[in-house]
């Protein structure tokens, strides 16, 4: 696992960075995304949407009311917020069960803390936080190839760090 | 003609409600079990519970359905149900008591969309049809804006494209520390505030599309409450007056696009009259600003009563009921279309 770290300024550079990563996703993916509210879960969920190819004219909605909303691109993808879950059970209610284990769908899950049992060992954990106005540090633990091929595809517009850089000004 | 009698079942969420409706009009009852006390302690709709509660109380309600309506099962022509959208644990109970009553009566089994329901209950309470008309469906899953033709073909024109206004509310009132549901908190400490005490973003008001954005509302009131870099980390530094001051400055930004997408797609579509239902029609600042709109605008504002606001039974009767005319029928393999909302497949 890699440790990439970066701001961003803006919710176009959170759902650029959401879509490259959607864009490179193998089947079988869990994302686990964490952060307070407002700290672009949804926007960084959205642009994972869109790199899947779900088609712009669908619109990708949060998911807190209904628990789960499901969508199709390239990988079936189930977006799940766990924030209102107090049980188990109830994720295998919604049929989100089957996602976890067939291996062919991509989960994005909000707030995953709240089932971490849940979370598989290889999963992708994207972490949000709010760093003052419409900074937000983003970071990421992602298996090394993804992290090398995460940092290609956005090499034009995101300054990635990774631990064992020696940060400079920031 | 004789009469027709539609019994309704409607469980896509916290309220497990059963109705009895004639004509697609009069309501003889209209039974609402408001499961909010429970729902309140987890400061939010926890679906194990509303699930429990539903299989608890689905058969109690049916039975003062039509004790109140003073009619048995066998004066029912149709039994109409959700289907769906909404919480999978919740929609199988009621589509589960519908089948099951349909079968052991042996009559016609309905299924009714909850959205297109909220869309149309405002004719609960109109002699005639309203229709064509504009409807605003706002709720905590949904924003949404509806060109209703007629019962048979409602288009939607616009939704949000991330936090629906209901649930906005909710994540302003956990960040006001109002409690839940937020509908009511907000409006009510609103009344004391000065709604142009803060101006916070209005996204995509003057965009020529009907669609709406909230999530950006939503953290622009986090940063104005926690402060920046997160400083305060909670509402607790504010006074009464300034939290009144917030909650009144929400309201007003997340209320005017609302106003001005609806009666905009009045005028597109050449309606005359705007229907509002959901949830968050219960707000008086969004009832007041929509009729001053519609005043000036000079189209007729249908208000759905508060009773048929929330998710209720009796819109389901009324769809139903349409639905049963229109030879719309469903067998025993209906199943609710749940939380995974199916899209663009």
């Known amino acids: 696992m890699t440790t990439l770290t970066t701001r961003t300024d803006s919710p176009e550079t959170t759902r650029a960075i959401g879509h490259a990563l959607g864009a490179i996703l193998p089947p079988g993916a869990f994302v686990a995304l964490s952060g307070a509210l407002g700290a672009g879960k949804t926007c960084f969920a959205q642009g994972l949407a869109r790199g899947l190819g779900v088609p712009e004219g669908e619109p990708i909605v949060s998911p807190t009311f209904v628990l789960a909303r499901e969508y199709y691109g390239r990988l079936r993808l189930v977006h799940i917020d766990a924030y209102r879950l107090c049980d188990l059970d109830e994720l295998y209610m919604l049929g989100v069960d089957e996602a976890l284990n067939d291996g062919a769908s991509v989960v994005a899950m909000e707030w995953p803390d709240r089932f971490e049992a849940l979370v598989p060992a290889n999963a992708i954990r994207v972490t949000l936080s709010h760093d003052g106005n419409d900074i937000r540090k983003i970071r990421l633990q992602i298996d090394a190839a993804l992290a090398d091929a995460l940092c290609r595809a956005t090499v034009d517009r995101v300054h990635w760090r990774s631990p064992s850089e020696t940060p400079t000004t920031d | ?345």
């Open chain 2, 1 to 345: 003609m004789p009469m027709t009698r539609i019994l309704a079942i409607e469980t896509s969420c916290d309220e497990t409600s059963a109705a009895v409706v004639v004509d697609g009009r009069a309501v003889l009852s209209n039974v609402v079990s408001s499961q909010m006390d429970l729902h309140a302690k987890y400061g939010g709709v926890v679906p194990e519970i509303a699930a429990r509660a539903h299989i608890e109380k689905i058969g109690l309600i049916v039975e003062q359905a039509l004790q109140e309506a003073a009619v048995t099962y066998s004066d029912i022509d149709a039994i109409a149900v959700t289907d769906g959208p909404g919480l999978i644990g919740s929609l199988l109970i009621g589509v589960t008591a519908a089948k099951t009553l349909a079968l052991t009566l042996d009559k016609p089994l309905v299924p009714v969309d909850h959205i297109e329901a909220h869309a149309t209950s405002a004719a609960l309470v109109c002699d005639d049809d309203p229709w064509p008309a504009v409807s605003l469906v706002v709720s905590g899953g949904h924003t949404s804006i509806y060109h209703v033709a007629d019962y048979d073909h409602i288009e939607l024109m616009g939704q949000t494209y991330d936090d629906a206004a209901g649930e906005t509310f909710d994540k302003v009132a956990a960040i006001l520390d109002l409690g839940f549901p937020g509908g009511p908190a907000v409006d009510r400490v609103a009344k004391a505030g000065n709604p142009k005490a803060i101006r916070f973003p209005r996204t995509w008001l003057n965009e020529p599309h009907f669609n709406f954005s909230y999530s950006g509302l939503k953290t622009a009131v986090l940063y104005h409450v926690y402060g920046q870099g997160k400083k305060y980390g909670s509402a607790a530094h504010l006074s009464e007056q300034e939290i009144a001051d917030v909650a009144a400055s929400f309201q007003d930004a997340l209320i005017e696009p609302l106003v001005i997408k609806t009666a905009r797609a009045a005028a597109e579509r050449g309606v005359t009259t705007i229907c509002v239902g959901g949830g968050v029609a219960a707000n008086s600042a969004l009832r007041a600003a929509l009729q001053s709109a519609c005043d000036e605008r000079g189209l007729r504002l249908l208000l759905t009563p508060m009773k048929y606001c929330t998710d209720n039974a009796a819109m389901i009767g009324l769809l139903g009921h349409q639905r049963f005319l229109a030879g719309v029928r469903a067998d025993l393999t209906l199943e609710p279309r749940g939380g995974l909302v199916r899209t663009g497949r």
